[in-house]
Structures are given as C-alpha cells and as structure tokens.
C-alpha cells in the first residue's frame, strides 16, 4: 500500500527530546511533502509542520516554531521530526502525511509518544 | 489563526440516513476547506479537498459544499463503514488549522 510507515513512538521524561521517522513506502519522497500532525487523547488533530521534500522548504506551527525540527534524507527516503523539551502535554499519537502543501493525502499508523516521569 | 467551528459535536443516526455536518471559519477561506474521516484508532483519511471535489476512491454518498465561512459534508445514505468522526481542515493558510470533529454513531 501507498503510505508512509512511522517509528520511534516511545516513553519519554519530561524535557526530553524525541525524534521520530516516516518512511516512504511505495513511492518516490521526493515527490511529494510531508506533513506532521498530532492527536492527544480524545482531543482533534494539530498540525505541527510541513517539509517539501524535494528541496527541505519547511513550514511551521509557530505554537512548535521553537521546539520542532522537520527533515528530510532522501536517501533514505525518510522525514523525521523532532521535538524538544517534552512535557506531558506532548503526550499524543504523532502521524505523519504524504501530500501537497495543504493537505494529507495518504497518512502514517501514528506513533505514540507518551511523556511521563 | 483561524479557527474552525464543528457542529454538532455528536450526531446520532441510524442506516440510510442522510446526514450533514457543518463546518463554520472564523474568517473568510473561499473554498480552501478539506474534510476527513478517522476511524478508532485509525488515522485520518482525506474525503474532499477544496470544499467539494471528492477524492479517488471516496464513495459518491459523500459529498462537501460551502464557501466564505461556512462549509457541509453531506453523506447521502448513511452506511456502517461511515460510523467514525469527520475533522474539517482550512487550507487557506498556515498555520493549517483542524476543527474539533463531529462523532457520528449509530442510533
């Protein structure tokens, strides 16, 4: 199937950082961008950042501006994303989305990230 | 950023129902809407993009319309598969924006 496939959900303390990856599966990344949107628990969803993947252009949430690093290795037909200084209320599924620059067209299973002490 | 105002947030209904949902902006976005569907557990799934074109795949008993502010995803005859919650998403400008979902269950 046509998706991207995610890792690196994990537990976390608070003010950890935590990185996690989206792989392309079944199509070629540079062809398309890559959004990152999150869910906490029975909360709506909150997009966090776009990166265009052929040239690395990024678009950010300013809410995440000073915490959130999105990226791209082409080789390894990956994004990833970055998140610093954890606290709890980062806890939520995080998904990553092939598309344009508006919209996901095809999403990831999500990866939790739980952080707790 | 613009804010994006779901109702109802819970709707109940049964079989072969038609159903609507609104999606109202707090400021002007032409047609720059999408609506998807997410499932327990599942992640989203795009429906239609820019207000109303329906995506490859997506049944035709879906179907999205409105423009300015506000904004319906219609389904037309309510089947099991379409029990799940509907977000709207804003594409007129970062940072993009999601409302807060409408449950749609069986009666």
């Known amino acids: 199937q046509v998706q991207p496939v995610e890792s690196g959900g994990e537990v976390k303390r608070p003010g950890a950082s935590v990185k996690l990856s989206c792989k392309a599966s079944?199509?070629?990344?540079?062809?398309?961008?890559v959004h990152w949107v999150r869910q906490a628990p029975g909360q709506s969803l909150e997009w966090m950042g776009w990166?265009?993947?052929?040239?690395?252009?990024?678009k950010y949430s300013q809410k995440f501006q000073d915490r959130v690093t999105i990226s791209i290795d082409t080789s390894a037909t990956t994004a990833y994303l970055e998140l610093s200084s954890l606290r709890s209320e980062d806890t939520a599924v995080y998904f990553c989305?092939?598309?344009?620059?508006?919209?996901?067209?095809?999403w990831g299973q999500g990866a939790l990230v739980t952080v707790s002490s | 950023d613009i804010q994006l105002t779901q109702s109802p947030y819970f709707l109940s209904a049964s079989v072969g129902d038609r159903v609507t949902l609104t999606c109202r902006a707090s400021?002007?976005?032409?047609?720059?809407l999408a609506w998807y569907q997410q499932k327990p557990g599942k992640a989203p799934n795009l429906l239609i993009k820019?207000?109303?074109t329906l995506q490859s795949g997506v049944p035709a008993r879906f179907s999205g319309s409105g423009s300015g502010t506000e904004f319906t995803l219609t389904i037309s005859s309510l089947q099991p598969e379409d029990f799940a919650t509907y977000y709207c998403?804003?594409?007129?400008?970062?940072?993009?924006?999601f409302g807060g979902g409408t449950k749609v269950q069986i009666k």
């Open positions: 079944g199509y070629t990344l540079t062809s398309y961008g």
């Open positions: 990166i265009k993947a052929a040239d690395g252009n990024t």
């Open positions: 820019d207000a109303s």
């Open positions: 998403q804003q594409l007129y400008e970062y940072p993009l924006t």
């Open positions: 400021q002007g976005i032409g047609g720059y």
């Open positions: 989305a092939r598309g344009d620059r508006w919209v996901g067209h095809s």
